[in-house]
């Protein structure tokens, strides 16, 4: 072959290659704007199920504190690695069709599956060594003299026995369900 019947072949490539740059590169930008979209207080508590979660966060220490730090819902709830953010993302995608088929549209609905998706939740902290928490909080930073007598001991008893946040702090950013009268355990 010559090279002149080689050019629009060249070309061809070329123009493939531009594209499909030019649509990761898109992609990629669609996709970051998406999640950090997705990632503000106010997306979180778009759905109505989420006022009463939102008025709970509003009176915890998470949102309003002496050091002035706030933690927002993605803070604790969404990993910051991309395949652990993907994934919460997906599994979100249930509370959001929870709402939409008027499974948790009310409070009264909300509160009958609470004790369920808090358990599901506190499930997830701890198989991740309570990840999302230790993003802030970590033993090495805590200033244990600065802590009350008890606190001192039990964070101190925590971090010698390897145990994960949540297993003493639930109920921490939002009240902590009460077990239905139905469940045993």
């Known amino acids: 072959m010559s090279d002149d019947s080689q050019k629009p072949v060249k070309l061809l490539r070329w123009i493939a290659f531009i594209a499909a740059v030019g649509i990761g590169i898109a992609f990629s930008i669609g996709s970051t704007t998406t999640l950090q979209?997705?990632?503000?207080?106010?997306?979180?508590?778009?759905c109505h199920s989420m006022q009463w979660v939102k008025e709970e966060w509003m009176d915890s220490y998470h949102y309003?504190?002496?050091s002035g730090v706030r933690a927002e819902c993605a803070d604790c709830h969404v990993p910051h690695s991309l395949g652990p953010k993907l994934y919460a993302k997906v599994l979100a995608a249930k509370d959001v069709w929870g709402e939409i088929m008027?499974?948790?549209?009310?409070?009264?609905?909300?509160?009958?599956?609470?004790?369920?998706?808090?358990?599901?939740?506190w499930a997830k902290m701890e198989a991740t060594d309570s990840r999302e928490c230790r993003d802030c909080h970590t033993f090495e930073a805590m200033d244990l003299s600065e802590q009350e007598k008890q606190?001192?001991?039990?964070?101190?008893?925590a971090e010698e026995r390897g145990e994960t946040?949540?297993?003493?702090?639930?109920?921490?950013?939002?009240?902590r369900p009460r077990k239905p009268k139905t469940e045993k355990g």
């Open 151 to 157: 606190s001192r001991k039990k964070h101190k008893r």
């Open 64 to 66: 309003q504190n002496a």
């Open 102 to 121: 008027g499974t948790i549209d009310t409070k009264e609905k909300f509160e009958q599956h609470r004790w369920t998706m808090a358990n599901r939740v």
């Open 37 to 46: 979209a997705t990632n503000t207080v106010e997306f979180c508590t778009s």
């Open 165 to 175: 946040c949540i297993e003493c702090h639930k109920g921490v950013a939002h009240k």
